[in-house]
């Protein structure tokens, strides 16, 4: 096994240790509490917290993959180029308004709970996926485009054998992109009642205890790190496999 593939495995195994038997860490964070704070947060179920947390962001990710790989489609066909500008614009909005602006804008139309985050983790994380779909269309050889033409093969056919194949790897690097951000900045959906792991980090912050804090951050941050690595992976391999794509 590979030193980095090995150190990936111990992070994967202590994250799950810690969500099933989170008692069992308490003499780890000890040290970081004061006046005899308990070490462990065991106000909510970490295990359920952090499973809500990726639920959380795995429908906006997956929702905000699905609109800006479909717009990324249409504006690089001949009949949609027209509407680049406004999909760009689309994409754009979660840039232009930070999450927690988006927070204040939906909680009182959507109340308060998952909603609001959602949308404000979909919007946000639009862009990247968007522009590195928008690359990896544009991008591919037209040499290629015209030797599958030559071969018989339909716009249709084109499309979803050749040109998504060569420009997957660029995909699934802007999908990593929006699902790192995502795990992170979902923590302020605790801030709307939403269940994340930022329960865990409000928590030590109103209570003015930092094991809360370090403990909240830590699951956070080896989700994020477990996550990026797993889409690189899929990104190496995608780019590996993009050369069978070739017609002849």
């Known amino acids: 096994m590979k030193p980095g593939l090995f150190i990936r495995a111990g992070i994967a195994l202590l994250l799950l240790a810690f969500l099933l038997w989170p008692e069992a860490f308490a003499p780890v964070f000890r040290p970081f509490t004061q006046n005899d704070a308990p070490p462990i947060y065991l106000q909510s179920d970490l295990m ?7 639920m959380l962001v795995l429908i906006a990710v997956g929702l905000g993959a699905v609109i800006a790989v479909g717009l990324g489609i249409l504006v690089t066909r001949p009949a949609g180029a027209e509407f680049l500008p406004l999909s760009r614009a689309i994409a754009n909005v979660g840039q232009t308004f930070p999450p927690i602006a988006v927070l204040a804008l939906t909680v009182p139309v959507l109340g308060f709970g998952p909603a609001p985050t959602l949308v404000a983790l979909l919007l946000y994380g639009l862009l990247p996926i968007f522009e590195n779909t928008l690359t990896g269309l544009s991008g591919v050889d037209p040499a290629v485009a ?15 054998q050749v040109e998504m194949p060569l420009a997957l790897p660029l995909i699934l690097s802007g999908i990593r992109v929006s699902t790192v951000i995502a795990i992170s900045t979902a923590t302020i959906g605790s801030t709307v009642a939403a269940r994340t792991l930022g329960e865990v980090i409000i928590g030590g912050l109103l209570s003015n205890n930092p094991a809360f804090i370090l403990q909240g951050g830590l699951v956070v941050g080896a989700m994020a790190v477990l996550t990026h690595d797993a889409f690189s992976w899929a ?5 590996r496999r993009a050369g069978r794509a070739l017609p002849g």
């Not at 015209?146 to 979803?160: I, K, N, P, V, Y």
Request: aromatic share 4%; no cysteine.
């Open 48 to 54: 359920g917290l952090a499973l809500n947390h990726a």
């Open 146 to 160: 015209e030797a599958a033409r030559g071969a018989g093969m339909t716009d249709r056919q084109r499309l979803w």
């Open 235 to 239: 990104e190496r391999r995608a780019a």
